[in-house]
C-alpha cells in the first residue's frame, strides 16, 4: 500500500510538472509574437491621402466629444435662462424687440416747412403781417399842419402867400387834425390788434408742426381745423366792420371842415376819402381768409392721412 501510494504521489507531481512547462512554453510563444505582430502593423505602408483621412477623422471626432462635454456642462449649470429670439435683455436697459424700430423719432423736423400746411402757416404769418403794417401807418401819422409860413423871411416866401394860414386859421386847422386823429384811431387799432394775434397764433401752429406735434398726437389737427374754418369766416364780418367804420370817419363833419379849410389854400392830400392803405388792408383781408380757410382743408386732410398711417403700422405690430 506504501508502494502504491508513493508511486501515485510521484505521477502527480510528474503531471503538475508538465502542465507548469506547458503554460510556460505558451507564455514565451505568446509575449514573442506580439512584437512581430506591432512591428508589422507599425510599419505597414499606408497612402498619405488615406492616412491625412484618418488623422481628419480622429480630430473630428475629438472635437465633437469635447463639444458634447461643454454643452452638457453648460446645460446642467443651473441659471435662469430666457428666450433671446423675442427680447435682448441687457443691465439697466430697456427691452429691445427685433420687431421695433431702432431708429428713433426726430425731435424737429425743418421738412415741415416747405410742405403745404406749413406753407399756408406762413403765408398767414405774413398776410396778417401786411395788414398791420397797412394799419399802422395811419396810426403812426397824425398829418398836423405844419405852420412854417410864420417863421418868416425866407420861408414865408416859399411857403407863405396866398397858401400860407394866418396864425388863427392855422390854430383851427391844428384843432381840426387832432379831434380827425383820434376819431380814426379805433379801426387801425382794432386790425392791429387781430393781426397780431392770427400772427402768434400763426408762428404757434407752425412751431408744432415744425416739432412734430400733430404726427404724435392727430387729435391737434381737429381744433386746428375748425379753429382756421372760423378765423377764416370771421374775416369777412371783420373787413366789412372795418370798411364801415372808416367810411364813418371820412362822413364825419370834422373830417369835411377839415377838407375844406385845406382846399381853400390849395393844399392836397387831406381829401375825406378812402386812402391806399385802407384799400390794401381790405385785399390783405380777403387774402387772409383764403389762406385759412386752404389751411384748414389741409389740416383734416393731414388728420386723415396720420390717422391711416397709425393704422398701417399698428397693423403691422400686431401681425408680428
Known amino acids: 500500500m506504501a508502494v502504491l501510494s508513493r508511486t501515485k504521489r510521484s505521477r502527480l507531481t510528474v503531471n503538475a510538472y508538465k502542465l507548469s512547462l506547458i503554460s510556460v512554453v505558451r507564455s514565451l510563444v505568446c509575449v514573442g509574437a506580439m512584437p512581430e505582430r506591432h512591428y508589422k502593423t507599425r510599419n505597414q505602408n499606408y497612402p498619405e491621402s488615406e492616412r491625412r483621412d484618418q488623422d481628419r477623422d480622429r480630430n473630428r471626432d475629438y472635437r465633437r466629444d469635447r463639444g458634447t462635454e461643454s454643452y452638457r456642462e453648460d ?124 400772427m402768434v ?53 370834422i373830417c369835411k371842415q377839415r377838407e375844406e379849410m385845406y382846399m381853400t389854400k390849395g393844399i392836397k392830400g387831406y381829401e375825406c376819402s378812402l386812402s391806399g392803405t385802407d384799400v390794401a388792408e381790405g385785399f390783405f383781408g380777403a387774402l387772409g381768409a383764403v389762406v385759412f380757410m386752404l389751411s384748414a382743408v389741409f389740416a383734416v386732410r393731414a388728420f386723415r392721412a396720420v390717422r391711416r398711417r397709425k393704422q398701417q403700422s399698428e397693423a403691422e405690430n400686431n401681425r408680428f
Open 75 to 198: 446645460r446642467s449649470t443651473d441659471y435662469d435662462y430666457e428666450d433671446r429670439t423675442r427680447n435682448y435683455r441687457e443691465p439697466d436697459q430697456e427691452v429691445f424687440t427685433p420687431y421695433e424700430s431702432t431708429k428713433e423719432e426726430p425731435l424737429y423736423n425743418l421738412k415741415y416747412i416747405p410742405t403745404s400746411r406749413g406753407l399756408c402757416q406762413a403765408a398767414q404769418f405774413v398776410v396778417n403781417l401786411l395788414i398791420v403794417i397797412c394799419a399802422g401807418v395811419p396810426y403812426s401819422n397824425k398829418g398836423r399842419y405844419q405852420d412854417v409860413a410864420n417863421l418868416g423871411g425866407l420861408y414865408y416866401y416859399y411857403y407863405g402867400g396866398a397858401q400860407a394860414f394866418t396864425p388863427q386859421e392855422a390854430a383851427k386847422v391844428n384843432e381840426l387834425d387832432d379831434l380827425f386823429y383820434n376819431l380814426k384811431l379805433p379801426p387801425y387799432i382794432y386790425s392791429m390788434a387781430c393781426g397780431g394775434a392770427l
Open 201 to 253: 397764433y400763426a408762428l404757434i401752429m407752425l412751431a408744432l408742426g415744425v416739432f412734430c406735434v400733430p404726427y404724435r398726437y392727430p387729435v391737434v389737427l381737429l381744433p386746428e381745423a375748425v379753429l382756421d374754418a372760423l378765423i377764416s369766416l370771421g374775416y369777412i364780418p371783420a373787413v366789412a366792420f372795418y370798411f364801415i367804420k372808416v367810411k364813418e370817419t371820412y362822413s364825419n363833419p
